[in-house]
């Protein structure tokens, strides 16, 4: 099993950043493709970004692209998303979530950490 923890969270203006952290502990992370999902009320929950176990295929969703960077530490069991010129309608709970190898659907979850972009 894998246990994931986000930070990094808070309020920010329009046209700021912020970088979000995924911190998973139990068993070895370094093979699990990991990822980014968003849930608003507006919304739902909406997939964000993706990296594989590797680090060296990533995958974004069209409202973020250009603007987030997702990447990852295995060497710290961490993953990263990079947050830039953020707009109110990023505002939300964030997740962070792992798929093992060879699975389809993500089945690790953290328990979200909340973005708010002010205008």
């Known amino acids: 099993q894998v246990q994931l923890v986000e930070s990094g969270g808070g309020l920010v203006q329009a046209g700021g950043s912020l970088r979000l952290s995924c911190a998973a502990s139990?068993?070895?992370?370094?093979?699990?493709?990991s990822g980014w999902f968003r849930q608003s009320p507006e919304k739902g929950r909406e997939f964000v970004a993706s990296?594989?176990?590797?680090?060296?295929?990533?995958n974004y969703a069209d409202s973020v692209k250009g603007r987030f960077t997702i990447s990852r530490d295995n060497a710290k069991n961490t993953v990263y998303l990079q947050m830039n010129s953020l707009k109110p309608e990023d505002t939300a709970v964030y997740y962070c979530a792992g798929r093992d190898i060879g699975r389809i659907e993500y089945h690790y979850w953290g328990q979200g950490t909340q973005v708010t972009v002010s205008s």
């Open positions: 139990g068993r070895t992370f370094s093979r699990v493709n």
């Open positions: 990296i594989s176990w590797t680090g060296g295929g990533t």
